[in-house]
């Protein structure tokens, strides 16, 4: 199924992103001919470069999610569920599902608008006890701040290889996205130049805006439509400075957390990101985390971006503060896990069902 929603939350996101959205909806077997039935629901968040619509495409040498779910309800494994597929895609590849004065209030899209939406058009069990949502790496980040941040809304979550550790995860690809931006820098670096323009620029640089590098870097790459593996992530690390560090009298409405010319740490911009980090919200709302019925957190011990050790110590600290979960980790990396789904999913199912 197909809806259509119009946004008021993200009319006006500073990107000029889309705020008409089309959200794909699976409906289990016999919802059609079954009218007074209702069903527990799913949100199925997608990761950074993804989008909901794309999680129902045809996919070689394996399952579709809407495949998927007909096998896992046939086989019994889950039972009837609705699920939706929100797109929350952004011209930075995407979001954390957080507001952002940067790129979106992509929380209150999510919460404010698309769950009350669903629950007023679909046969649906419109509580927080009936809802799930899930996701793999930014949507396992989103699944797990959501978690903390909604118990109002979201009865059981699965974070899925999600995004924790941001000194292992983010900080050591700074260096080459620096690397990809000074492709874009219009001067050479010379710490000699006493010019006042060249005053300013560093002025600029060394409270982590931009001089124009970024700006270029963004306009060359939305203009073509193959982008390079170190683009990719340069888009990717300017797309979490947009969420994690905010501030709309910066250049372009963000910082990064690095000087872009000589590389230094910025202490105050990364403690913003630090204030993200899931290994350190947990303590903050463990309390919520506990109104849960379920949660489900897994990683792979070979995930290149070295999430499992951040996995490792959010559950470690779940289970000091008594937070009951689930923790999986198994033999693969970070890339084509949906088969995995096969083990949380039905997890989710019973929490909520």
């Not at 952004?90 to 209150?108: E, K, M, P, V, W």
């Not at 870097?217 to 193959?226: I, Q, V």
């Not at 593996?229 to 990064?256: I, Q, W």
């Not at 919200?281 to 792979?300: A, Y």
Request: hydrophobic share 35%; with cysteine.
């Amino acid at each position: 199924m197909r809806l259509e929603h119009v946004s008021k939350v993200l009319k006006n996101n500073p990107l000029k992103d889309p705020y008409r959205r089309e959200i794909l909806v699976w409906l289990p077997p016999g919802y059609s001919s079954n009218t007074t039935q209702r069903y527990p629901v799913f949100y199925d968040l997608a990761g950074f470069t993804g989008s909901g619509p794309a999680r129902l495409n045809w996919k070689p040498f394996g399952e579709n999610m809407a495949e998927r779910l007909e096998r896992l309800v046939h086989e019994k494994k889950i039972g009837p569920v609705i699920v939706v597929f929100p797109d929350c895609f952004t011209s930075l590849g995407g979001n954390q599902y957080i507001n952002s004065s940067a790129l979106g209030r992509y929380d209150d899209y999510l919460n404010l608008e698309i769950v009350p939406f669903v629950d007023g058009m679909l046969r649906t069990k419109s509580s927080a006890k009936h809802r799930a949502c899930f996701g793999k790496s930014s949507g396992g980040y989103g699944a797990m701040v959501q978690g903390m941040n909604h118990p109002d809304v979201w009865g059981a979550i699965a974070n899925l290889s999600g995004d924790a550790y941001f000194d292992f995860i983010y900080r050591r690809d700074w260096p080459n996205t620096l690397d990809a931006l000074a492709k874009y820098r219009v001067v050479s670096y010379s710490p000699k130049e006493g010019s006042k323009s060249e005053q300013g620029r560093r002025e600029l640089v060394k409270h982590g805006m931009d001089d124009g590098r970024i700006k270029r870097f963004l306009k060359a790459t939305w203009s073509r439509e193959k982008v390079s593996s170190s683009e990719g992530h340069c888009l990717m690390n300017l797309c979490m400075a947009a969420t994690y560090d905010p501030d709309p009298k910066a250049p372009l409405g963000f910082r990064v957390p690095f000087d872009m010319d000589t590389g230094e740490l910025i202490e105050a911009r990364w403690k913003r990101w630090l204030a993200h980090d899931p290994i350190n919200l947990v303590k903050r709302f463990g309390s919520h985390l506990k109104k849960l019925q379920g949660i489900w957190i897994e990683c792979g011990t070979r995930d290149q971006y070295f999430i499992h050790y951040g996995s490792r110590i959010l559950s470690e600290r779940l289970h000091d503060l008594g937070v009951a979960h689930v923790y999986e980790e198994f033999d693969d990396n970070h890339s084509d896990l949906d088969y995995r789904l096969d083990r949380s999913l039905p997890f989710l199912f019973k929490a909520i069902s």
